[in-house]
């Protein structure tokens, strides 16, 4: 899957529907993986996005001593990875190996892309203050990836426990959502 | 329609794939409401849901003085209400009178229900440190609603400018997604 630059002024149409992401972090030249739900467009331009990580994951540590990640968006052909990722710990299992999923080189972290997935975004935390009350990090998106084959990828929405909404059909209706409302 | 109570430790299942949501606010006698796709779930028991509405939102204002709000789900038939809500102002229209909307009081604060929505949440503000920098809140749901009878329902997902993406099918993975990823 070759992917291409996408402009950051779009990147919360990738985000907004809500669809499952999979982290990527890397410390001590070690990429793990880990699958989100909890996360949220904040902000247009830069693009920023809310993430909570419970502190119970690996990742949580990795990505608060490097305050770099990747979020990969998949579709629903890697629903089964999805889960395997979220399954496994990093702390013993090299997910990339275990679940065949491809590393490709970051521009702007060390954090890797993920190549099976359709999207991928590049991240520096900006602000950690509420990390130690909520586990909560605000993302700025530095760099933005796409595979522009991909027309109409079917996302998947997690519902709880194995359950995932696959993304339906798209409905186009006339006037945009717009402010003071 | 008719609701029914939902357990709060499984109000994760509702927001967590991403839909849309009307909130409702209500201040000197006066309800608003107002669409919102910039949410995410921050903990699931007691539930609290982390939000972005803009300060140039009238909802903004009057969520910052009541803390209270509900967070209702729409589903595809109401995409045109969800749509309209989002183009007019609380200033100066009554919208549930000019959508055809039906505020049904709610138990725990004074923003109402929608009737017309299949699950409604009532919300508490918890934390508004960020609200100014972020303009970002944490609420907790306090009081859930749902319609028993409403079993598949297709949520909307916002993809920007007046596109929305339909929950589509739902598949069943054998394991869930645990811990220490």
């Given at each position: ?14 985000l907004e529907p809500g669809p499952v992401v999979l982290v ?10 880990m699958p989100m739900s909890w996360h949220f ?10 993430c909570v990580i419970s ?18 968006i998949p579709t629903v052909e890697l629903a089964e990875k999805v889960v395997a990722c979220g399954n ?65 990828p079917r996302t998947i929405h997690h519902q709880g426990e194995g359950v995932f909404i696959v993304a339906g059909r ?12």
């Amino acid at each position: 899957m070759t992917k291409t630059k996408y402009p950051l002024s779009e990147v919360y149409r990738l985000l907004e529907p809500g669809p499952v992401v999979l982290v990527t972090t890397a410390r001590a030249g070690r990429a793990n993986v880990m699958p989100m739900s909890w996360h949220f467009m904040m902000e247009f331009v830069p693009p920023l996005v809310g993430c909570v990580i419970s502190n119970r994951n690996y990742s949580f540590e990795t990505l608060k001593a490097t305050r770099e990640c990747v979020i990969n968006i998949p579709t629903v052909e890697l629903a089964e990875k999805v889960v395997a990722c979220g399954n496994a710990s990093g702390e013993r299992v090299d997910k990339f190996k275990a679940f065949g999923l491809t590393p490709v080189a970051a521009a702007r972290v060390r954090a890797p892309l993920i190549a099976e997935c359709y999207a991928s975004l590049e991240c520096k935390v900006v602000d950690g203050k509420l990390a130690a009350k909520y586990n909560f990090f605000v993302l700025e998106v530095v760099k933005a990836w796409i595979d522009p084959a991909r027309e109409h990828p079917r996302t998947i929405h997690h519902q709880g426990e194995g359950v995932f909404i696959v993304a339906g059909r798209t409905i186009h209706l006339p006037s945009p959502i717009t402010s003071r409302a």
